[in-house]
C-alpha cells in the first residue's frame, strides 16, 4: 500500500542558508511519525511545506495523491483538494478569537464544507465529546487553558475529516496530566486510520508515542 | 498717539494694503481715522493702525487691543447697547446684485422667494435675509468675506447678493460691468460708525465732536470724494447730524426674548452640523474601507497610490482642502455648499480612518490567517468571517473618536456658506454682542451630541478588552 505522505528530498533556503537539505520522509495511514531535532533544524518548516503554507526549492511531497513541486505556492483556489486531507493543529492553537470554542469548530463545515447548521453542530459536539472539552464549548479562546485551547484546535482541525493531521510541538503547553491524555487522543486519531506527523523536541514524549522517530540535525 | 483697530482684509475703499508700500494702509476709513487723531490732539496727535478680523472688531475693542473700530462698522441696536458708538460719517445703502438675465424678473427681495441669496454673516443685510426668510421665504446664504458673494453669483451657485453698494460697486469693477447688475431701488439704508469699548463714553464724545467738526469744514467730505463714494445722502447725512436729528438712538438690550427667537436657528444649526457629521463619517468609512483594502490586499501600485493619497490628505489642512474643493473645482464642477463639505470632511477623515482599519487588519495573528487556511478559507471569505469580525473590534472605539472629532471639526465648513452650529452661534453672538449665552449654548448641543458617542467608545472598549 502507497504511503499517506511522502516528502521526497525537499531542500528550503532562506537566502544562503538552507533550513531543510534534501529531507525524504514517509507517513502510512494510521501511523504516528515523530519529527525530531533542537530548534531552528526545520521541522516546523516541514510542516508549513506540506500544508503549503510556505514554499520549497527542490523536490517533491506528494500527500494521499496530491503533489506538491518546488517554487511559489499555488492560489488556494488550486490547493482545495490539500485541504480537505490535511489538517493543522499550530503550537500556538491560533484558535479564531471572536467566536467560542464551539463555534471555531462549526465555521469550516458551514462555509467551507457547506454543511447545514444541524449537521456541523453535531460535527462539533461528537468531536468536542470525543476529545473530553464539549463542556468548554460556549467558552472564549481567550478563557480556556492550555490544554483546552490544544484540545479545541484539534477538533477545529478534525472537522473536515483529514486523513494527515500535523502537528507542531502539542507538548509545549501541557502539563504531564494533559501529556497522558494528549497521548490517548493520538491513539485514538491513529486508530480510525490517520496519519500522524508530529514535529517536537521531546524526545521522551516522541519514543512514548510514535511509532517511528525521525530526528533532524543541523 | 490714537489706536485703531481695522480689517485690511476689507480692502478698499474702507482699509487695504497700500501697494506702493504693504507696510501701511490706505482707505477712507484710514483717513477718517487720521482726521479724529489730528482733532483729538489739537493738530499733533497721529494715528496708528491694528489689524483685527471684521468680525472680532467689538469684541477686540471691548478687550482694549485698540482705541476705536472703524473698518465699515455699521450702527446697529446691539452695537449701541453695548459698546460707545460714535456719531455716523457714512450712510450707505443695502443693494441687491442679479445676473443680468433676471434683471426684468427681479427687482426686489419679494421676488426672491425659494432662491439663494449671498451676504456677509453678522450684518445688518444678513438680518434683513433672516427677517425675509421667515416673510418671502428667501435662503439666506452667509459668507465670510465680501468677495466670494459675488463671483458664485457669476457662477450661478446663489441668485442674488445684498450687500453695501460700496461693496457692490467695487466687485462690479473687479469681475467687469456684464459680470452683474446692481438693482437700483436699494432695500435699506445704514450707517458707519467707530465703535468704542463700553466705558470709553467721554472719549466717544470727544470723537464725536471731530467727526461734527470735519463734517462742517469740508474734509470728511474730501475724503470721501478721494475715494469715489461721496454722494447727494452723505452731504443729507451731515446735515441732519450737524441739526442734531441723528443722536444716538434708544438701545435695545439683548433679553431672554432674543435668545429665545434665535432657539430655532441654533435647532437647525446644530441639525446640519450633525447630518454633515453623520454623512461625512459614513463616507469616510466605505472610502478607507477601499483605502485600507488596498494597502494590506492590493499589488504594489495600488499600494503607493492608497499610500500617497492618505499622506497628502493628512498632511494638509482641512481647511486647505475644503477651498479646493468648492472654490478651486468650481470652474469643472459647481458642487452645493453642503455636498462639498460632506466630500471635504469625508475624504479628509476617510485618510485616517484607513490608517485605523489597516493597522486593525494587521493586528489580527497572522497564525489565525494561516489556520484559517490551511481548513480551507479562501481570502475573501478570511476576510469575511474571520480577519474582518476581529479588526472591527480593534477599530470601533478609535472610530468612534474621531465621530466625536469629525463632529467638531464640521465647523470648519462654514468658510464654504454652510451655517452649522459653531458659525451660528457666532452670528447670534455678534447679533447680542455677547459670547457668554451663545458661548454656553453652543457648548451644550456640541456635548449632548458628542458626550453619548464617547460613552459608546468607551464601553466598547471595556467590553471587548475583557472577553471574545
Redesign the interface.
Given at each position: 500500500m502507497s504511503a499517506l505522505l511522502t516528502i521526497d528530498r525537499v531542500h528550503v533556503r532562506y537566502d544562503a542558508r538552507e533550513v531543510l537539505r534534501g529531507l525524504s520522509l514517509e507517513v502510512a495511514r494510521g501511523e504516528i511519525v515523530a519529527l525530531m531535532g533542537p530548534s531552528g533544524v526545520g521541522k516546523s518548516t516541514a510542516l508549513r511545506a506540506v500544508a503549503a503554507l510556505q514554499p520549497f526549492d527542490e523536490g517533491r511531497i506528494v500527500v494521499d495523491g496530491f503533489s506538491l513541486g518546488p517554487g511559489p505556492v499555488p492560489p488556494e483556489s488550486r490547493l482545495v483538494p490539500l485541504r480537505r486531507r490535511v489538517g493543522f493543529v499550530f503550537q500556538a492553537h491560533a484558535l479564531f478569537e471572536h467566536l467560542s470554542a464551539f463555534d471555531n469548530v462549526t465555521l469550516a463545515l458551514r462555509h467551507v464544507l457547506r454543511k447545514t447548521r444541524t449537521e456541523a453542530d453535531a460535527t462539533a459536539t461528537r468531536l468536542l465529546e470525543a476529545l473530553d472539552v464539549a463542556f468548554r464549548a460556549d467558552a472564549w479562546p481567550r478563557q480556556l487553558s492550555g490544554g483546552e485551547a490544544q484540545r479545541v484546535a484539534i477538533a477545529r482541525a478534525l472537522a473536515p475529516d483529514p486523513h494527515l493531521l500535523l502537528m507542531d510541538e502539542p507538548t509545549a503547553a501541557l502539563d504531564p496530566a494533559r501529556r497522558a491524555t494528549l497521548s490517548a487522543t493520538l491513539r485514538q486519531l491513529s486508530g480510525q486510520g490517520r496519519g500522524l506527523l508530529i514535529a517536537t523536541h521531546d524526545a521522551e514524549f516522541a519514543r512514548a508515542n510514535a511509532d517511528r522517530v525521525i530526528t533532524l540535525s543541523t | 498717539m490714537l489706536v485703531w483697530g481695522g480689517d485690511a482684509e476689507g480692502g478698499a475703499p474702507f482699509v487695504e494694503a497700500d501697494p506702493a508700500n504693504p507696510s501701511r494702509v490706505r482707505g477712507f476709513d484710514v483717513e477718517v481715522a487720521e482726521r479724529i487723531a489730528l482733532g483729538l490732539g489739537g493738530g499733533r496727535r497721529s494715528a496708528r493702525f491694528v489689524q483685527v478680523q471684521w468680525s472680532s472688531i467689538d469684541q477686540s475693542v471691548e478687550r482694549g487691543d485698540f482705541d476705536i473700530g472703524l473698518s465699515g462698522v455699521e450702527d446697529t441696536p446691539t452695537r449701541r447697547a453695548r459698546h460707545a458708538v460714535t456719531l455716523p460719517y457714512f450712510e450707505f445703502r443695502e443693494v441687491l446684485a442679479v445676473r443680468p438675465a433676471d434683471r426684468d424678473r427681479i427687482h426686489a427681495l419679494a421676488d426672491l422667494r425659494g432662491r439663494r441669496v449671498a451676504t456677509l454673516g453678522a450684518t445688518i443685510a444678513y438680518d434683513l435675509l433672516l427677517a425675509a426668510r421667515d416673510s418671502t421665504g428667501v435662503v439666506a446664504v452667509s459668507y465670510d468675506d465680501d468677495v466670494h458673494p459675488y463671483t458664485d453669483l457669476v457662477s450661478g451657485r446663489v441668485d442674488a447678493v445684498l450687500l453695501d453698494h460700496i461693496i457692490a460697486h467695487r466687485a462690479l469693477r473687479r469681475l467687469g460691468d456684464q459680470a452683474f447688475v446692481i438693482l437700483p431701488q436699494a432695500v435699506a439704508a445704514g450707517h458707519y460708525v467707530g465703535v468704542l469699548a463700553h466705558s470709553d463714553s467721554a472719549l466717544r464724545d470727544s470723537v464725536d465732536a471731530v467727526l461734527r467738526e470735519a463734517m462742517r469744514d469740508g474734509s470728511l467730505e474730501q475724503i470721501l470724494r478721494r475715494w469715489d463714494v461721496w454722494d447727494p445722502s452723505q452731504a443729507d447725512l451731515f446735515e441732519r447730524v450737524l441739526r442734531g436729528g441723528v443722536a444716538n438712538q434708544t438701545p435695545r438690550a439683548a433679553g431672554a426674548a432674543q435668545v429665545i427667537a434665535y432657539l430655532p436657528s441654533l435647532a437647525r444649526a446644530a441639525g446640519v452640523t450633525l447630518s454633515a457629521s453623520v454623512l461625512s463619517m459614513a463616507l469616510a468609512v466605505i472610502v478607507a474601507l477601499v483605502l485600507a483594502s488596498a494597502r494590506v490586499y492590493g499589488p504594489r501600485w495600488l499600494r503607493l497610490s492608497a499610500t500617497v493619497y492618505i499622506e497628502v490628505v493628512r498632511g494638509t489642512p482641512l481647511l486647505l482642502q475644503l477651498f479646493v474643493i468648492y472654490y478651486g473645482l468650481s470652474g469643472v464642477v459647481r458642487l452645493p455648499a453642503f455636498l462639498a463639505a460632506v466630500l471635504a470632511l469625508g475624504l479628509n477623515y476617510a485618510a485616517y480612518e484607513a490608517e485605523i482599519y489597516r493597522g486593525a487588519l494587521q493586528a489580527v495573528?497572522r497564525?489565525?490567517l494561516?489556520?484559517?487556511?490551511?481548513?480551507?478559507?479562501?481570502?475573501m471569505?478570511i476576510l469575511r468571517?474571520?480577519r474582518g469580525?476581529?479588526a472591527l473590534?480593534y477599530a470601533l472605539a478609535p472610530m468612534t473618536n474621531d465621530f466625536v472629532a469629525l463632529l467638531k471639526d464640521s465647523a470648519l465648513v462654514s468658510v464654504i456658506t454652510v451655517v452649522e452650529l459653531t458659525k451660528q452661534t457666532a452670528i447670534f453672538a455678534t447679533n447680542v454682542g455677547s459670547w457668554v449665552i451663545p458661548g454656553v449654548l453652543c457648548a451644550i448641543v456640541y456635548l449632548a451630541l458628542s458626550l453619548p458617542l464617547a460613552r459608546l467608545a468607551r464601553g466598547l472598549e471595556r467590553r471587548w478588552g475583557a472577553?471574545?
Open positions: - | 495573528p497564525a489565525q494561516e489556520a484559517a487556511r490551511t481548513l480551507g478559507f479562501s481570502e471569505q468571517l474571520i469580525p476581529q473590534r472577553a471574545g
